[in-house]
């Protein structure tokens, strides 16, 4: 998955220009940045390759979480589906604007499972967050079908799926607004950084003044533009997203790298029984960032785990006994651990967790291992390793 693996030449040009006129803020400084606007050009490149509307660059892909939330008008005591599997991102854009986070179940997706999302909605649900989880989807279609039933936003986070795609849409594009992180181990990167992509115009209006200040952003004088609403600073630097410039011009060759990496681990472990693989929705196109699949029992992929790293197939996730991608291991949350006071709003409608039943997520999780696709590998180390996971595997299962 990993951009920086392939940092080269184009990243180093693109962030030459911005040192080459000093200006490393995305806004203002008009007459000496030489018309130089790396923030606005990749903002441009990202809505052409995602087919949308809009795009506005943030931060980090949590900041654009918390962004698209607050600029749909989420606030305190909104209830926000989200799933048990995904990265602490999800709940901390959440409670960042005093919304709740409704932990839901997965399937063998590894993301929302549809069931369990229409189960929980109540009156205070404003936001379905699907999370496409190591380079494959939600049931997008089954979840807008429930969003649009109950008037509810679908928010997707594409964050671990950028290139992917659903029903020929790229993934974030298909729900009311998409989430990127172009974070140091994402497939794209720009050092830090993070985008929402949407086709409504009051959600970027929202996003460009929310994430800056609540600057309109109108006239060539920033100190006298005005502030319609209350804002915060989620701004990205021009250096990052001098990189992101680059990046975003190779995605479709890391893409291709990776499904060629990927399809040869999986042809050599496809044939051993009792190895299946998780499921991609009808309709739905990977970006190849990981290969995932199921052991027949807990037990035995807590075997082929750690019999895999013993062979030197290193990047495998044991996901379930992960610190910070899976429910289990989010203690801070279950015990409601923060520095100052929450919302009351949270406080009151935090489901307690200590309490949940998530025996069908863990059904799932417990059984996966997923295998990270790197870019930077040759022909001769992704061979070498298929050859090593069929061995591993096809001697436990
Ligand atoms: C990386 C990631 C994020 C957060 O992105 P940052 O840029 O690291 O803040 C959010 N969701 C998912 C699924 C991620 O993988």
């Not at 030459?16 to 606007?37: A, E, K, S």
């Not at 795609?165 to 594009?173: A, D, R, V």
Request: some cysteine.
């Amino acid at each position: 998955m990993p951009g920086f693996e392939l940092f080269g030449e184009s990243e180093k040009s693109q962030v030459q220009d911005v040192l080459d006129t000093g200006v490393l803020m995305r806004y203002g400084f008009d007459g000496m940045r030489n018309n130089q606007w790396k923030a606005l050009e990749l903002e441009k490149a990202l809505a052409l390759r995602m087919n949308t509307k809009h795009a506005q660059l943030v931060s980090s892909g949590t900041a654009a979480l918390t962004v698209a939330l607050a600029s749909a008008g989420v606030g305190a005591g909104d209830e926000v589906i989200m799933p048990t599997f995904t990265f602490v991102a999800s709940f901390e854009s959440i409670l960042a604007i005093g919304a709740v986070p409704i932990l839901v179940d997965v399937d063998d997706t590894l993301t929302l499972n549809p069931a369990a999302v229409e189960k929980a909605i109540t009156s205070k649900t404003k936001v379905v967050m699907p999370v496409h989880m190591c380079g494959s989807m939600a049931d997008l279609k089954a979840l807008k079908d429930i969003c649009d039933r109950h008037n509810l936003l679908l928010v997707e986070d594409a964050c671990q799926a950028i290139g992917g795609s659903y029903e020929g849409k790229p993934l974030g594009s298909y729900g009311d607004l998409g989430c990127f992180s172009f974070d140091y181990v994402k497939t794209i990167t720009c050092g830090e950084g993070g985008a929402i992509i949407t086709n409504n115009d009051t959600y970027i209006s929202n996003a460009d003044h929310y994430s800056d200040h609540g600057h309109d952003h109108v006239g060539t004088d920033r100190g006298a533009e005005t502030h319609p609403f209350l804002g915060y600073n989620f701004r990205i630097s021009e250096l990052n997203a001098a990189v992101g410039c680059a990046q975003i011009q190779r995605l479709d060759e890391f893409l291709e790298i990776q499904k060629n990496h990927y399809t040869i681990l999986k042809s050599a472990i496809e044939p051993i029984s009792n190895i299946a693989f998780r499921r991609v929705p009808t309709g739905g196109v990977e970006n190849y960032s990981f290969l995932s699949f199921f052991l027949p029992t807990e037990q035995l992929a807590k075997k082929a785990y750690t019999a895999l790293i013993a062979a030197g197939v290193d990047a495998c996730f044991y996901w379930f006994d992960n610190n910070w991608h899976y429910y289990k291991k989010w203690e801070h949350l279950t015990n409601v651990k923060s520095l100052g006071k929450l919302p009351q709003e949270v406080l009151n409608q935090l489901p307690d967790y200590s309490k949940a039943d998530f025996s069908k997520s863990d059904a799932w999780i417990g059984r996966t291992i997923s295998c990270l696709i790197k870019l930077s590998w040759t022909d001769e180390q992704v061979n070498e390793r298929a050859v090593k996971m069929k061995e591993v595997l096809a001697k436990l299962v």
